[in-house]
């Protein structure tokens, strides 16, 4: 059994490789929630939705947001009727929403997911990270901003200064899946807004030391592939490259993924982590997502 810990970018795109060489039986994702809260009247969990539309090959890959060939029908109307939404979500994407929104009121998140996984005819587990509701700010230069007025009003722009996020407790079962797993993998997500909330779960890091952990770097270089990543390292002073990601996850790290752009930093992350992978890890296509999926898998003791 894998575990595979997730935010909505980078290892979704890692999954897609994963699911093809991996039973997705044998596939467990647990999901980072943080970013989740209520947008027209629907909770939104963008991670979880990328992760079920990714392993349901039904994400729309231009975003990482949503369903491919979506319409948007219905945003265009409260437009139209002066309801602007600060979120673009589409028809279809909507409905799941709404599904969403409707068995948590009756089951709780977890049983949701669980539900809609099956819906759309995934084998794999796909578990949110926590049930609770998690508040998150983005401290910046022009105030303190909601995680999303941050990412889509102001376009990532403003000047970082600090990240708060409330503690919230793991969903159930978390701590028993990473212990019954032959190996975790930390995917190339944000370190700080959607992995560090997975690891900040009580008993997570404990479990995580008992368990072969592996992390495939987000950074490249200085640089997040996309995203605010960099920014966020920086702003809570830790060096944006994989040695600053390697040093965030070294209490359990014991085999890091980086780019073949930074072979050069080998050495020095050899006396922070066990074993040092050096490969290409720019999924720009399945071939690519596929091969990075194979090593990661074969590396596994
Ligand atoms: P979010 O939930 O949308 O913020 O997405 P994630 O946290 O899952 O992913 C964001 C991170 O994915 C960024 O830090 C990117 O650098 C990383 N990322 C995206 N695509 C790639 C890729 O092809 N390779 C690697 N190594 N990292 C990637």
Known sequence: MITVLSGGTGTPKLLQGLKEIVNPSQL????????????????VSADIDTVLY?????????????????TFITH???????????LRIGDIDRATKIQKTQLMKRYGLKKACEIQ???????????????QQSDIKIVTDIGELEFHDFLIKHQSQPKVLDIKFSNVSPSEGIIDTIENSDAVIIGPSNPITSISPILSLEGVHDALKDTHVIAVS????????????????QALGIEVSSIGVASLYQDFLDNIVIDVKDFHLKSQLNQIVNKVTVTNTIMNNLCVKRELAQIIIDSIP
Do not use: H, Q
């Open 28 to 43: 467990n994702i647990i999901v980072n929630t943080l970013e989740n809260n209520y947008f027209s009247g629907v909770y």
């Open 54 to 70: 990714t392993m349901s090959d039904m994400i729309n890959e231009e975003v990482w947001y949503g369903v491919k060939d979506d």
């Open 76 to 86: 265009e109307r409260l437009a139209e009727l002066g309801c602007e939404e600060l």
């Open 117 to 131: 996984a099956e819906n759309m005819g995934i084998e794999s587990k796909i578990i949110p990270m926590s049930e």
């Open 218 to 233: 987000p950074i490249i270089g200085s640089g997040a592939v996309s995203g605010p990543a960099n920014k966020f390292m």
